[in-house]
């Protein structure tokens, strides 16, 4: 089990929150937002979200942890309780915006007796698109070969890109997804992987959520990770890796006590945590040899000395393991000025 020292180590390279909203830079800006339903429960807690323009970012959470909400309250689809958005300089659900932004949140509705295209002609006449645009998406999605068949022939991976050429049929700047892939087989994610990739590309800003982290760690430019409504960190790919998966050297050595004294009087160790009768260090492991020199000349047997290096996947994982509640120092960090 992870120590918080590590925790706040990847807490501080997590986004600062509280800034002034506002901005060109950025398609999204979602600024100390709570989404309470009905009931009680709270879905979204505070979060502080930011897209820049032209980024693809993975926002990653658990089932359950607030992504659906979120996203349904950056089209209008859902009022925060409190707090402030932007979507593309505007309040979420005003026409400006919606023009410019296309979402695919809940399962498209598409009639299954009619053809692709044909689903997509009715969409485009509702978006105010031409009906041009129907070719164009359609290739855009890589179904053009299937635009003919009845949408009930579809795989579930072709239903993903008719509701993806649909949210593309206004040419937005702005694409929401949430969660393409779900449901899908392998080949069908890696598939879906393929087209967000290239959808990704030509300045579109792309927000993303999923629960499984290999799905958007080889898309996104940024993951956001939210849990229990908060966000818990933010960073490149490999911020996150270096954050959580880097930081720490396991060390055995003997006899123990003198070892965690003779290492906490070193300024760039961070932390040293006895974990079954061995260290946790958290350190930069470049100094793996620097800290070995020191151990031995002091007289300190050092049996074992290895960098702890874990998956982005086991970094997500334990974020948001179901048994870590409350989190006051990450959540407090991550939400900045709160
Ligand atoms: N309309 C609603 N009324 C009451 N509670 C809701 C409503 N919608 C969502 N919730 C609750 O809010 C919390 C967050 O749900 P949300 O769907 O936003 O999470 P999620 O991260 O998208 O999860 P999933 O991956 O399962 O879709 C959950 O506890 C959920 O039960």
Avoid: W
């Avoid at 006449?125 to 022939?153: K, P």
């Amino acid at each position: 089990m992870r120590k918080e020292s590590d925790r706040r180590d990847l807490a501080a390279t997590a986004y600062d929150g509280g800034a002034t909203l506002t901005n060109d830079r950025f398609a999204i800006e979602v600024h100390q937002v709570t989404k309470r339903y009905p009931g009680g429960v709270t879905a979204v807690d505070g979060l502080d979200l930011r897209v820049r323009a032209g980024e693809v970012l993975g926002f990653l959470g658990r089932n359950g942890a607030g992504k659906t909400t979120t996203m349904r309250m950056l089209v209008g689809l859902v009022r925060p309780t409190s707090g402030r958005i932007r979507v593309l300089g505007q309040p979420p659900g005003t026409p400006g915006q919606l023009a410019r932004v296309g979402a695919l949140i809940e399962s498209p509705a598409f009639y299954p007796h009619l053809s692709g295209r044909d689903n997509l002609r009715l969409a485009a006449r509702y978006a105010g698109a031409a009906d041009q645009a129907v070719d164009r998406v359609l290739a855009e999605v890589g179904l053009a070969d299937r635009a003919r068949s009845a949408f009930r022939t579809y795989s579930l991976g072709m239903k993903q890109r008719l509701g993806m050429a649909a949210a593309l049929l206004k040419e937005p700047s702005l694409l929401i997804l949430d969660e393409p892939t779900n449901g899908l087989d392998p080949a069908g994610v890696s598939d879906i992987r393929e087209l967000l990739r290239t959808l990704g590309r030509d300045g579109r800003t792309v927000l993303l959520s999923s629960h499984v982290l290999g799905e958007v760690e080889q898309i996104c430019d940024r993951i956001a990770v939210i849990d229990d409504g908060r966000l818990v960190a933010d960073g490149s790919p490999d911020e996150l890796r270096g954050a959580l998966g880097q930081g720490v050297l396991l060390i055995d050595a003997d006899p123990l006590d003198k070892a965690t004294a003779c290492l906490r009087e070193h300024d760039r160790v961070h932390a040293v945590d006895v974990v079954d009768g061995r260290l946790r260090v958290t350190a930069d492991p470049a100094l793996a040899a620097t800290l070995n020199r020191r151990l031995v000349e002091a007289g300190i047997d050092v049996r074992e000395l290895r960098p702890l290096r874990h998956s982005l996947e086991e970094a997500f994982l334990e974020l948001t393991a179901p048994e870590r509640t409350g989190r006051p120092e990450v959540a407090g960090r991550t939400g900045g000025d709160r």
